[in-house]
């Protein structure tokens, strides 16, 4: 696994980080299966915020909430090669299956969805191979390090 870390000194440098990663990876990412981005970090290490700006960059207007309470909120996109963008926080979860009842395999097996899960080591089991680890670490009260790898 090859990874890239970087410092942000503000949300807003976390957020445009995740909009010029997001702005990427729409060129250049389509798989055999969904993109599935699995954020890592405790409570206030900037997973909400960097979700915020990735989705800017995906061409999302819409205002971005974690969806602690809905567990999944899902966006249309207007790129062309993505379709769905689906922001999930397994917070709640207490087993890895729980995901499954809100469509997860059929939200997987579409290369047209984009997939970012907040807390995603709560379905650690059922994620692809190859998705994309991030973790994010609380350095003080605006500084975050934000470390991106691939499997």
């Not at 974690?66 to 979860?93: C, E, G, Q, V």
């Not at 997860?104 to 692809?128: D, F």
Request: glycine share 6%; with cysteine.
């Amino acid at each position: 696994m090859s990874s890239v870390s970087f410092k942000t000194n503000s949300a807003k440098e976390t957020q445009k980080i995740a909009k010029i990663l997001a702005g990427e990876l729409i060129k250049v990412c389509l798989q055999k299966h969904a993109l599935i981005l699995a954020l890592s970090g405790d409570l206030g290490s900037g997973k909400t915020t960097f979700v915020q700006g990735f989705a800017r960059g995906l061409g999302i207007r819409s205002k971005i909430q974690s969806p602690t309470f809905l567990i999944m909120r899902i966006y249309k996109l207007p790129a062309k090669s993505y379709k769905l963008f689906a922001h999930i926080d397994a917070y709640r979860l207490k087993r890895p299956k729980d995901i499954l009842v809100l469509g997860w395999k059929e939200l997987v097996k579409n290369p047209k969805n984009i997939i970012v899960v907040e807390w995603a080591r709560h379905i650690a089991k059922i994620l692809p191979k190859d998705h994309f680890d991030i973790n994010f670490q609380h350095i003080s009260e605006n500084k975050r390090r934000i470390e991106f790898g691939n499997k």
